[in-house]
């Protein structure tokens, strides 16, 4: 069931031990967070009624860019397009600091009484909001609305801006967002939907593995692979190349795109059938031989490889990269629109497919008939046995949007009809969001969607050429995808995407997964596969440990700038059902360059990095299944790449040094007491496994008894703490063997029983 939403939650938003609740006004020239001023010399244009600000202009336009007033000498935190598809987390202190593009920004709180700030560029009517520098670079910060058409104009705006206060900056922005949602009712939140069947699988997607030059033979090839190491994929991607398109120069009857596979060629293709390419349309079932098609393949996949309850496909939110080809014959009227980018998106990075696409325009389905469009292309893939789509360049519309009533508008149809044809064909959910990172998407098309790429790709190398980019690029995904989860999680689960288990990070990489709550897949090369790494993710069974929350940075951490400060640890945490787990990690080298407008290697700062860590990094009380910590007085902590156990106090901190694109996993488990014999304990996991503590499924005691019982999802190595030794211990019950070492921890060895059923151990003392 839904949860409660109501106009009412805001009110309360702050309020803590029954104290006043914080406030933010406008008052003259200064919007004040608790008294406190955080932007001054406000115009007098500006207005703000509840926690809403807009402003009245002197004349009707598409644009406006008008300031909000001063920052300085307050430290930010933000999210900004650094990309058209794509954001990423930026710091400062002033005004000027402020990047164009920005989707939300998070001011710090003082130690004089001034909460946490949130302002949020937002939706009003048919125009769209974002934050930007002032432009008399005097520390102004700027609001940038527009509607994307010339012919949709406006003057007067009441809520272009939320504006919300909070001591908690993990509670302040969800419960901003819930208002947010209440104000727009065009979107939901995270919590009122369900998330697809894929999340708690392991899968394998084609893209890095083939690129465009996927087929059939090969993905099964793939997948058997994975199965014969022990390591069987319990869903699949077939990323971009089983589509059937063609360039405006091709005849469509005579060709459908298998040979347009050199890097940026596919771009300005564009959809000519919604029926797979001859790649896989010709292929014959081999346990059906009167069968072909998309659908035998699946079949035959899906029976082959029993632990493959999944298959999805990639394609555009427009049909393809280049949209549908206007005349094709069985497919809907389209025009050839030529893209316009604003002037945010000319600051963002240059992109071979922002200019494969503006140079060749986009085959524009109108907004009426967008919904055939979806439901032709979504009933051939459901009748063929698929499971669900992974929606890909979204953030295309608001590029060609000029004779559609503005990008607001526009989006609207696609979104709608995008997700009518999900809940009828693929349950409601099965989709991945990709190339979305923007608040159009966010806070119009997650009416339905609720998993969503929240970082740039994986990139195995620099497309540009430098060769630290294997490295440091990989730094740039961990920070894109943990702090950009802060914003987007509130609307879809965060997915931190495919990695490949053979690059020279992959470790680092696997980490991240493992503790980020979302799905965990690969793009493996076929036959190219390091499965002791993949063992420490995936289960024989094709499952997963996941964690309860998806991660988030550390409060330490929200200000601070992991990718290029020469001393910051990037430092995320989660919490499993029993335990909390951190990941550190060391991402400097690397990141975004305010003067070349790209990403770009930092090397002087790549260098070894020591930071502080321990129980109070977790949000203990976040999420749906807080773990309650209240009257605990010690923690048992794990760390996994020094596989050593600490006893630490709830302010105590361990101190962590790590190179350059290291890492190190903590799972940090609250010690518990049976009150009868005074004896300490707390679960620690399956230390085989990277997110160890995501082992631990059930745990039953009695505070006056002599045993207790663990229920244990996996195998391997499972360590546990106990102040005294057990005498005894039992598996499913059967007496096993375990060892008791000097620092009170029980290891015993738990066997897999061919499924993700638990195992009871039993503990006695």
Known sequence: MAPSLSKGAPEAMGVENGELPLSISLEGSKFLANGHPVLTQVPSN??????????????????????????????????????????????????????????????????????????????EGTFRASLQPGGDCNDGVDVCVESGSDKVRGCSFRSSVSMHVGDDPYRLVGDAMKEVRLHLGTCKVLEEKSLPEIIDKFGWCTWDAFYLKVHPKGVREGVKGLVEGGCPPGFVLVDDGWQSICHDDDDP???????????????????????????????????????????????????????VESVYVWHALCGYWGGVRPGAEGMPEAKVVKPKLSEGLKRTMEDLAVDKIVNNGVGVVAPERVGEMYEEMHS???????????????????????????RVELAKAYYNALTASVRKHFKGNGVIASMEHCNDFMYLGTEAIALGRVGDDFWCTNPSGDPNGTFWLQGCHMVHCAYNSLWMGNFIHPDWDMFQSTHPCAAFHAASRAISGGPIYVSDSVGKHDFRLLKSLALPDGAILRCQHYALPTRDCLFEDPLHDGKTMLKIWNLNK??????????????????????????????????????????????????????????????????????????????????PFDFELLTVSPVKVLQEKSIHFAPIGL??????????????????????????????????????KPSSCQIDGEEVGFSYEDDHVVTVQVPWHNSSRLSEIKYLF
Request: charged share 25%; hydrophobic share 35%.
């Open 380 to 406: 051939h893939l459901r009748s063929s046995g698929i499971d669900g789509v992974k929606v890909d360049v979204i953030h295309l519309l608001e590029m060609v949007a000029e004779c559609y009533g503005g």
């Open 578 to 659: 029993f335990s909390g787990v951190i990941g550190a990690f060391n991402c400097q080298g690397g990141g975004w360059c305010r003067q070349s407008r790209r990403n770009k290697s930092a090397s002087e700062y790549s260098r070894t990095v020591t930071c502080l860590t321990g129980p109070k990094d977790i949000e203990w009380g976040a999420g749906k299944n807080p773990i309650p910590i209240k009257g605990v007085t010690t923690f048992a902590v794990y760390m996994f790449q020094q596989q050593k156990f600490k006893l630490l106090k709830p302010s105590d901190s361990l101190e962590i040094s790590l190179q």
């Open 46 to 123: 500006i207005n703000m009624v509840s926690c809403y600000v807009g402003f009245d202009a002197d004349e009707p336009k598409s644009r406006h860019v008008v300031s909000l007033g001063k920052l300085r000498g307050i430290r930010f935190m933000s999210i900004f397009r650094f990309k058209v598809w794509w954001t990423t987390h930026w710091v400062g202190s002033n005004g000027n600091d402020v990047e164009h593009e920005t989707q939300m920004m998070l001011l710090d709180r003082s130690d004089t009484g001034r909460p946490y700030v949130l302002i949020v560029p937002i939706i």
């Open 253 to 307: 009857t005579s060709g459908d795109g298998v040979n347009r596979t050199a890097a940026g060629e596919q771009m300005p293709c564009r959809l000519v059938k919604f029926e797979e390419n001859r790649k896989f349309r010709d292929l014959g079932s081999q346990r059906s031989p009167a069968a072909t098609g998309m659908g035998a393949f699946v079949r035959d996949l899906k029976e082959e490889f029993g632990t």
């Open 687 to 724: 230390v085989n496994m990277l997110n160890s503590g995501g082992a631990v499924q059930s745990l039953d005691f009695d505070d006056y008894g002599s045993s207790l019982r663990v229920g244990i999802r996996g195998y391997g190595e499972f360590k546990f703490f106990a102040s005294e």
